[in-house]
């Protein structure tokens, strides 16, 4: 039994391999649902964050979240997003985010 | 176990069942690059919300959409040819993960499959079969075992976790496939229908089904009945859920690999009545198909000196299948030649069940009764055997 460098090479690789394969799904498994690379496809019904554009004088209009994106899946954290991008997107002097937790913020636009 | 592993490693299987894994593969590239290369674009307006992974990642404009769109679509074609196999894979796999990578909202599943098999492609030596590299340098009947195997591996391991992440009160109320049912179209699902009891029938019949695929893919036994509830999971998926065209690409990523559990090991062989051109026909076109090269075709004139445990008589009057498992004639014949076709693998199986087995035997022998005979066909000799 000769362990050459090309045999070792291909021993490391299927461990790396096997062991991504495994482990990260296996990880998915315990956080919320769905999750990436972890073949969680239909596992749960995406819920979407809820957002709002407030003006100058403080109104608040509610915005249509999917217009904002280019596809809607579960996996994607909107709620960030949200926060990050929907001043540019929007124009607004300041957007109100909430997540489907029920946790709501309000950022103001730079 | 370090021993089982060395020589696991330097083990050998087929090259063509990898190959036609690899044109697979490619072809799902290709039949998903419209569907990605419309959300790259309309990442560039600036009335979408980017959703980077890191905040360092580039931001996707029309020149950056392009360059992947091309790199992508060369890619696949390449991969599908076969054409430097090895390299062309590696650009595959990098133009693929790097649209993973770029925005969130570029991620499906099915496209980070691609990235993984096209990334096995890379170290398989899939273009040692049925593609420009071997008819260059000629094709290869085996290759190395272990990238075969680690295909085999990701398509259950997709499959068994898909099963696990199922397993959610969401999931197994039916909520989730009360939503997703097709709600459009001749197929659509009335809203009738979709009530709490049947809505859950399904939903653990989706993770039974999975699951089952999963495991039963490395069973001998029961590998074949996998292949049949893939099928069907697959097309009932395509058929009766939305959004209907990502699921097909997801059927074309998934089905091809699943060849790679198919026993096609030469031994199998065919005797059929070489005075009968209507046999002849057939027999010429399951050889057109046998491209995994698992039957040898024996002519009925050529039996005697051929020690096979079949009577002149018997070939004379049906179709007939020596193998391991002893000798099959008529419908059974031409059921067992299917289901070691890559056209027909994953259905084929079905034919054994009663009472589709009784009404195709019955079938058979009405055809045999009537077919028509005429001897010149033999003279031309539609039929090649293959030897191994």
Known sequence: MDWDRRTLAVAAFLAIFLLWQLVVPTAAL??????????????????????????????ETPVDVTQYFAQIRGEVNFAAALRAGLCDAS?????????PRGTTEIVTCQ | MTERVYRFIGSH???????????????AALMELPNTAKVLMQLDDPGIIRAPFLPWTPAVNDGLAWVLIGLWGAGAVGVLLGWRTRRVAAALCVTLATVVLLDQQLYSNHLYLLVLLSGILIVADSGAALSLDSRRSGERGEVSRWPIWLLQFQVSAAYLFAAFAKVNPDFLSGSTVASSLRRVGPLAVPDGWRSMEPMLILAVLAVCAEASIGIALWSRRWR??????????????????????????????????????????????????????FCATWVKWFNRLDWLHALRFVSRSELPTSGLPVSEDAAARALQIVWSDGVHGGFAAVTRILEVLPVSFLWAPLLRLPPI????????????????????????GPVVSHSH
């Open chain 2, 224 to 277: 074949s009945t996998a292949f049949v509830v893939a099928l069907g999971l697959h097309v009932s998926l395509a058929a009766w859920f939305a959004p209907t065209y990502p699921l097909v690409i997801f059927a074309v990523v998934m089905l091809p690999p699943l060849i790679l559990f198919l026993d096609a090991a030469p031994g199998r062989v065919v005797v059929w009545d070489d005075g009968c051109g």
């Open chain 2, 357 to 380: 087995a009784w009404v195709g035997e019955i079938g058979y022998r009405w055809v045999a009764l009537r077919r028509k005979c005429e001897l010149p066909v033999m003279a031309s």
């Open chain 1, 91 to 99: 124009g607004a002097v300041a957007v109100k985010v909430s997540d």
């Open chain 1, 30 to 59: 315990f956080g919320p649902r769905p999750q990436r690379f972890g073949w969680q496809m239909y596992s749960t019904f995406p819920d979407l964050p809820k957002a709002w554009t407030i003006d100058a004088a403080g109104v």
């Open chain 2, 13 to 27: 299987g087929p090259s063509r069942p990898l190959a036609l894994a690899r044109i697979g593969i490619a072809v």
